[in-house]
């Protein structure tokens, strides 16, 4: 239990922004620690309302808070707030009305009917209730029309206007019913908000002519119209919400600029200029030693810049879980390992520095999480390398150029490189990449600073550049596994478990939907090959596949490769609540993976596998039974649509393979029109807008799913059991 706790408690704490301040904050830390001592200049001897005697610029870039945060509650403030109107409202307030004079009518009808029985009491045997037939007093007429019209719906009208309507003639009866209908018709037409419902009701009040009803008629009226005119044009919550959402998304953060002028020499020091002085940390103290603060400022903006790629990631939300932790990992690896270089070079084991194996900090990057970042951070361990070796100590700030470009290009040639699926082959490829740059890198560094060719060092620190390039390989490859393991990222080894098939949810498809099931094996060989074609992950796809469908289970009945006794459920409902339960399949699924703790990417896949397709067969049906006034966003999947590769991909799949299931006799020429179709209509309807799928790669899916299909749905010849088996049938 208190393992369970501390859980929960871990993944609130990484959820918090304050975490990954701190994790920026060690980064931060741990660059200044592996380099030299910093401190930040002197205090600026600045007061509120003097005149600056100097352009005063900003050291660093950074991000103002305070000012962000005021221009998001302006925007939120001003965001517009958003009604729904309600169409329907009229028809229903004037059939509540219309109830209302009906139950009175009845009571008036009943009565009146009783009173006419009255006379004919001749007719009537002893054994008869004379109470019964008795015309009932106008306050039991009162009652009476309270109770049924309190069963029927609220009654708020007061006594007396009940007690007008049972007492009008049966002319003004009906006029004060027809001018009750057509005024809440004429008046509920327009939009009416909760603001403007008192104005309204008194104006279709004042709308009711004098002259042709009498003041008591005009009194019942009134009270009639002021319970059954309401607002039919009301705060949409939901919606005013995602405005506020919106204009709070459009505002980019404050950023007072490195070398930006906070205020120029002559000018007053306002409040403002006071506060951009203390956000850039001008006001505060700090030790004279300039060399000092400049590396502060170095390593902040480095920081920084790591922030700002952390940012991006978000963005485009496509941050690993735990991103913060994984780079720390690696960052402080990486770094141990180059301060261990200068510490061993430091025992005059001239330039051992380029054996150490710094490339494979920006290698697990690029396949942990993000080959941009992995390109920033290359750089970064290229400035820090240099100013962790030593140089000739010439000056009191060193910096080694040449360990330093020879870092750069060593990491940046494992960032760029390295692409694709990250097998071990792949890796191993790499690796042979990273040490002929480092041997390149090698030489030239050699020829800048010598102008010639000294070929036992050339040998040494050949065998070094080799060395390097192994190592980085090496120490790649059997890191992954503690990465994978210890942050749960989604591993070939976790894909490979998940596609067993005793894994409890794949029984559970297989036991409660075996149509999908069966449905859900042949996409994902379609997928598998077709990604891989592409080059995308060829195993996650098939994965995904098996699992795509599993929202099906909660109603597999109402989906038609699980219909065997031929009793379709869809006949008997109608095309509207037929769409909600095809269309909620997806979200169901994704309930389920959710509640089993599946792998996020695979969770996606089947979130996003019918994107915002349309639901055609049931929008034509409703068309049919309703006509234009069925909208077509209505019956579209809410979506997303694909963000990957591999969800397109089986979204493709998927739709080809129940399609081509349904053809009565499949031949190679039928299957690929129906391919070639479907593909049209994906790409015409932007189902592959927010994915980097080319048209290329389309064309290249597509030609593998024709192939597989038609190696699946071959045809073979008759044997001549078969043939004879038809001819005694004849």
């Not at 141990?336 to 900090?361: D, K, M, R, S």
């Not at 040490?435 to 050699?446: D, F, Q």
């Not at 080059?535 to 795509?548: I, K, P, Q, S």
Request: aromatic share 8%.
């Amino acid at each position: 239990m208190r393992l369970t706790n501390w859980s929960k408690y871990w993944d609130k704490l990484k959820q918090h922004s304050l975490f990954s301040s701190l994790i920026l904050v060690l980064l931060g830390v741990i660059m200044y620690v592996g380099m030299i001592r910093v401190v930040l200049p002197d205090t600026l001897d600045i007061k509120l309302h003097q005149i600056a005697k100097e352009d005063i610029q900003s050291p660093i870039e950074i991000v103002d808070r305070q000012a962000t945060k005021d221009l998001r509650e302006q925007a939120i403030a001003e965001a517009p707030t958003s009604y729904t109107y309600n169409k329907d409202a009229a028809l229903i307030q004037v059939e509540k009305a219309n109830d209302l004079f009906n139950v009175l009518q009845e009571i008036r009808k009943d009565n009146a009917a009783k009173s006419e029985g009255k006379e004919d009491d001749s007719n009537r045997s002893d054994t008869d209730d004379p109470d019964k037939n008795k015309p009932l007093s106008l306050d039991d007429q009162i009652k009476q029309a309270e109770k049924k019209l309190n069963e029927a719906s609220d009654n708020h009208l007061p006594k007396a206007v009940i007690s007008s309507l049972l007492s009008f003639s049966e002319q003004d009866f009906s006029r004060t019913r027809d001018i009750t209908s057509s005024t809440i018709y004429e008046t509920m037409s327009n939009k009416i908000k909760w603001s403007d419902l008192e104005a309204t009701q008194q104006k279709a009040i004042d709308s009711i002519p004098t002259t042709v009803v009498s003041q008591k008629i005009h009194d019942v009226l009134k009270e009639i119209l002021n319970q059954y005119i309401v607002p039919n044009y009301v705060f949409d919550a939901k919606t005013t919400k995602r405005n506020k959402e919106d204009a709070l998304n459009t505002v980019e953060p404050v950023v007072i600029r490195q070398g930006e002028v906070i205020v120029k020499k002559g000018d007053l020091i306002t409040s403002d200029v006071l506060h951009k002085l203390k956000v850039v940390g001008l006001m505060d103290n700090h030790f004279n030693v300039l060399p000092f603060f400049g590396l502060a400022i170095l390593v902040f903006f480095l920081t920084a810049l790591i922030a700002l790629e952390f940012n991006e990631l978000k963005r485009k939300a496509k941050s690993p879980p735990n991103a913060y932790l994984i780079y720390l990992c690696i960052f402080l690896m990486t770094m141990i390992i180059i301060n261990l270089g200068n510490v061993i070079q430091a025992t005059h084991l001239e330039n051992i520095g380029l054996v150490l194996p710094v490339a494979a900090g920006p290698l697990l990057i690029t396949i942990l999480m993000n080959k941009r970042i992995a390109m920033v951070s290359s750089i970064i361990f290229a400035i820090c390398s240099g100013f962790i070796y030593e140089t000739d100590g010439l000056s009191s700030v060193t910096f080694d150029y040449r360990i330093a470009l020879y870092v750069m290009f060593s990491a940046l040639a494992g960032s760029l490189v390295l692409r694709g699926n990250y097998s071990r082959p792949r890796l191993i490829q790499t690796g042979l990449i990273i040490t002929g740059v480092n041997i390149l890198s090698v030489i030239g560094l050699m020829l800048i600073k010598n102008g010639t060719i000294n070929l036992i060092n050339l040998g040494e620190e050949t065998g070094y550049a080799v060395l390097s390039g192994f190592l980085a390989t090496v120490l790649t490859i059997g890191l992954l596994p503690f990465f994978e393991a210890a942050f749960g990222i989604l591993s070939t080894m976790k894909l490979i478990e998940l596609s067993n098939p005793n894994h409890e949810l794949l029984r559970k498809i297989l036991l409660e939907a075996p149509g999908t099931y069966h449905h859900s094996v042949m996409v994902a060989n379609l997928a598998e090959r077709a990604c891989e074609v592409i080059g995308a992950n060829g195993l996650l796809a098939r994965v995904a596949a098996y699992y795509h469908d599993i929202g099906k289970t909660k109603r597999p009945r109402f989906f038609i490769e699980n219909q065997f006794n031929g009793v379709n459920p869809h006949d008997r409902i109608s095309p509207q609540l037929s769409k909600r339960v095809i269309i909620a399949h997806p979200y169901d699924g994704v309930e389920i993976l959710k509640e089993h703790k599946l792998p996020k990417e695979i969770i996606d896949i089947a979130e996003q596998h019918h994107g915002t397709t349309l639901l055609k067969y049931f929008y034509y049906k409703a068309r049919e039974d309703m006509g234009d006034a069925v909208l077509e966003s209505e019956f579209r999947y809410p979506g997303p649509k694909a963000q990957t590769k591999e969800a397109a991909v089986v979204e493709l799949a998927d739709s080809v393979e129940a399609a081509v299931r349904s053809m009565p006799k499949p031949t190679p020429e039928k299957i690929e029109e129906l391919v070639k179709s479907i593909f049209n209509d994906r790409l015409e309807d932007g189902q592959f807008d927010e994915c980097d799928l080319t048209m290329k790669e389309l064309h290249e899916v597509r030609h593998s799913i024709i192939e597989t299909l038609n190696g699946i749905f071959h045809s073979r010849i008759e044997y001549p059991d078969e043939v004879n088996d038809k001819k005694s049938s004849l």
